[in-house]
């Protein structure tokens, strides 16, 4: 499966944004999905994954509260809704399609390319 992330940019600290990760050459109901991000100089870090039978849904802390994530009916784009965005969110956002939630299934997987979030007033 091929992932194309986008929905990036710039929005100001309590703002709202809204990641896309769209897949290719299959559906994603074979593949959990998450999302991890890096910050610059930072390491890249899980933020949040959703199984493949798109029921459950897992979340970091430092996300819990604010982001959604899900997927369409059609199993073929997951989502991340970022609500209440902080300066602390700004990062690189990516996509990964694996075997299950854990970090060790995702690293494994198959990644898109990042899109960057920008926090900043």
């Known amino acids: 499966v091929q992932l194309q992330a986008s929905g990036g940019g710039l929005v100001q600290p309590g703002g709202s944004l809204r990641l896309s990760c769209a897949a290719s050459g299959s559906t994603l109901d074979d593949y959990a999905i998450g999302w991890f991000r890096q910050a610059p100089e930072k390491k890249r870090e899980i933020v949040s994954c959703i199984s493949s039978d798109g029921i459950s849904t897992y979340y970091e802390d430092p996300v819990k509260g604010r982001f959604t994530i899900s997927r369409n009916h059609a199993a073929t784009t997951v989502y991340l809704q970022m609500n209440s965005l902080k300066p602390d969110d700004t990062a690189v956002y990516y996509c990964?399609?694996?075997?299950?939630?854990?970090?060790?299934?995702?690293?494994?997987?198959?990644w898109g390319q990042g899109t960057l979030v920008t926090v900043s007033s």
């Open positions: 990964a399609a694996g075997d299950g939630c854990s970090e060790y299934d995702l690293e494994r997987g198959s």
